[in-house]
């Protein structure tokens, strides 16, 4: 059976579809693992309900670019779809890690998974520090969804001459994405790290993790060459830099309704993001000398984050970095209609593009 048989289907429909059985398939792993494993007293934490909800919602971007990499070799599969759905539960251990180390109460519009076990270990009147309960716990979870995301891989159906082509990448990729958030933590926004050095930092734990690994991780299953190889690797830098761009953007200027966060929530949490990098750069010795005095304030209120917008906007940055995706993407687009891939991924590539640096969906 073919994921979908109608291989004419416009390319926003298909990715749709194939997005839609990415979440059935994840959520139903998850709930089976989370039946098979919280059971006793594990059962009585909110685990068992807490771990499948935190997977439903997420725009599934990784697993739609490895699929779309695996389209450039090979025809539509079950098996392949399966595999690289196992993608989203890595990028789910990501979150919940991640939401620990910013501190961030929200995810997804909802309370992130370290906020709901602590507030589950205040309801229950448990001894020590709810906080500190829920923060282990999220870490834990985390851990769970990095196991489940390797043995979803390798229960998919893919042959295991299929999957050893793939593991060098997927190894690749998880290390890198640790590497980069270390290098995350290390760029406090107070230092003001170099441009250079946010570059790289999105690269490792952003760019390459969300678009390139994943369609080289694709590719390299369907057996491609290294020519499309190379293609889909230059496609997905750019288009891996341009996301973490506006994803910046977002969390300094986003709608909460899109981000799920509050507005500014990156200025509370000190990212030396590249937005704010840039504003640095760009700022003459009056608007230096503004910032200098944002970054250190003690605490970042919501007049803060109005003047924080302001002085990022005065700058210049806001408009720099809008001109900076727009070349990516542009770059990135050239390179695919260069490249003379398969119609159906490179179709798929081009919506995708604007998908992960419009925020359209």
């Not at 690797?233 to 953007?249: C, P, S, W």
């Not at 200027?253 to 929530?265: I, L, S």
């Not at 993001?273 to 304030?297: F, I, K, N, P, W």
């Not at 970042?300 to 809008?322: C, F, K, M, Y």
């Amino acid at each position: 059976m073919t994921v979908i048989p109608h291989t004419a289907t416009a390319p926003a429909v298909w990715l749709d579809a194939l997005r839609h059985r990415c979440a059935a398939d994840v959520h139903r792993f998850v709930t089976e693992r989370a039946g098979e494993h919280f059971t006793g007293w594990a059962a009585e934490t909110p685990a068992a309900t807490a771990l499948p909800e935190f997977v439903a919602g997420g725009k599934f971007l990784r697993p739609l670019f490895a699929y779309a990499g695996w389209r450039c070799g090979e025809s539509e599969n079950d098996a392949a779809l399966r595999a690289v759905a196992s993608l989203e539960l890595l990028h789910c251990f990501a979150l919940a890690q991640d939401d620990v180390m910013d501190g961030s109460a929200r995810r997804r519009g909802r309370p992130a998974l370290h906020v709901s076990f602590a507030r589950w270990h205040e309801s229950a009147g448990l001894g020590g520090s709810a906080a500190r309960f829920g923060e282990s716990a999220a870490i834990l979870a985390g851990d769970l969804f990095l196991v489940w995301s390797e043995q979803m891989l390798r229960e998919s159906g893919l042959g295991t001459d299929v999957l050893a082509r793939g593991w060098p990448v997927h190894d690749h990729l998880r290390s890198e994405l640790a590497v980069g958030q270390l290098g995350d933590l290390i760029n406090d926004a107070r230092t003001l790290p170099s441009w250079s050095d946010v570059l790289d930092v999105i690269r490792r734990k952003s760019g390459n993790y969300t678009v390139r690994r994943p369609l080289e991780f694709g590719a390299a299953l369907a057996g491609c060459d290294t020519d499309v190889i190379d293609v889909l690797g230059t496609y997905g830098e750019l288009i891996g830099e341009a996301f973490q761009f506006r994803d910046d953007l977002l969390g300094v200027f986003g709608d909460p309704a899109v981000t799920g966060k509050p507005a500014g929530d990156d200025l509370r949490e000190r990212k030396a993001s590249s937005v704010v990098v840039l504003a640095a750069e760009l700022a003459g010795d009056r608007q230096r000398r503004e910032l200098d005095d944002l970054l250190a304030a003690d605490a970042v209120d919501p007049a803060a984050v109005a003047r924080w917008q302001h002085l990022i906007t005065a700058t210049g940055a806001r408009d720099q970095l809008e001109k900076l995706i727009d070349d990516r993407v542009h770059r990135a687009l050239e390179a695919i209609d260069l490249a003379g891939l398969p119609d159906r991924p490179a179709a798929a590539l081009t919506a995708l593009a604007v998908r992960c640096t419009e925020r359209v969906r």
